[in-house]
């Protein structure tokens, strides 16, 4: 489906494609980028770093995480930057992330739920939830809503959530979330991308409801030529992503822009989308998409949304009330 024209600072819309020199100056703003020590994560925080914003990269496997931070630091040597280990794949780690963070008490500016999995063979988190919606879903809601308060204490504050096109082949599988009956890589990877979609939108609402100064938006690189596709995957699924990256896939560095404009650019008010322009939403640069149509019923995303709580054991009213 073709998308909507981007909207401007000032409400108007344009029809130029949006560019890395349309970041706004990030002096002042701190943001943490999860899954930053590789692809569009790291990107992500590199142009953020590039345009003056104070960055958290965090990463799951520190030894790539320093190697990544090396690199910014290379080229960007006035870069406030750094590195602290997530391991999205287990909830503990998330609290105690958020933990060090709530007793520094700074405010925070930007959180760009941006890492993730795509396809591994069934697996399990160390909570005993399936892999992909563990990491790619439950983290990110429990990281969320365990920031909030830091968010919260920010002006202009904005959580991004990447999603996929792929979100589209997506449902719920409500009786077999864990795929103890039936897995198969894709539709498991699909329902936790339409997961994405689900909670951010969910989250806009809430946030509008109890008139927190944070918004919501989502997005999607299209098919981006990173190591997501090859991290996870084996054998000839492997190899077919391989092939897919170098002969379909546009280049990371025009994916990013998609989470990026998501992050910084203005005239946003929440609950917007931004995905590629071009066929299929493959490729192309930033613009307004259109989610599956079922990921903006409101019924299903608030029974998703008590389903979300009960097995991370947060809620979003307690933690509005603990902010007050």
């Known amino acids: 489906m073709r998308a909507n024209s981007l909207a401007t600072a000032d409400g108007g819309t344009s029809g130029k494609p949006w560019t890395l020199l349309q970041i706004p100056d990030q002096t002042a703003r701190l943001a943490v980028v999860t899954g930053a020590n590789s692809g569009l994560g790291f990107l992500a925080a590199r142009e953020l770093a590039r345009k003056g914003a104070r960055v958290i990269m965090t990463a799951r496997d520190e030894g790539r995480g320093r190697i990544a931070l090396a690199r910014i630091r290379a080229e960007l040597p006035d870069a406030a930057v750094e590195l602290r280990w997530l391991d999205l794949a287990d909830l503990e780690n998330v609290s105690a992330f958020a933990g060090e963070m709530l007793t520094e008490g700074r405010p925070l500016d930007l959180l760009i739920n941006n890492a993730g999995v795509m396809m591994p063979p069934r697996g399990l988190t160390r909570q005993g939830h399936e892999t992909q919606f563990g990491v790619n879903h439950l983290a990110h809601f429990a990281l969320t809503l365990r920031l909030l308060p830091l968010l919260s204490a920010a002006v202009g504050t904005r959580v991004v959530t990447v999603s996929s096109e792929l979100h589209r082949r997506g449902r719920i599988h409500f009786e077999d979330l864990n795929g103890e009956k039936s897995y198969g890589r894709m539709a498991f990877y699909a329902q936790s991308k339409l997961a994405n979609v689900l909670f951010a939108l969910e989250l806009d609402r809430r946030l509008k409801a109890t008139g927190l100064p944070v918004i919501s938006v989502l997005a999607h690189p299209g098919y981006s030529d990173t190591n997501l596709q090859t991290s996870a995957t084996t054998g000839v699924l492997r190899l077919f992503m391989r092939i897919g990256n170098r002969f379909l896939a546009q280049n990371a560095g025009q ?59 947060l809620s979003f009213p307690s933690t509005v009330e603990r902010m007050q």
């Open 255 to 313: 994916g990013v822009l998609n989470q990026l404009y998501a992050a910084t650019a203005g005239g946003l008010r929440g609950g917007e989308f931004i995905g590629p322009d071009g066929f299929r939403e493959m490729r192309g640069s930033p613009t307004l998409v259109h989610p599956l149509p079922a990921a903006t019923d409101p019924e299903l995303a608030a029974r998703f949304w008590r389903l979300s709580e009960d097995l991370t054991h």
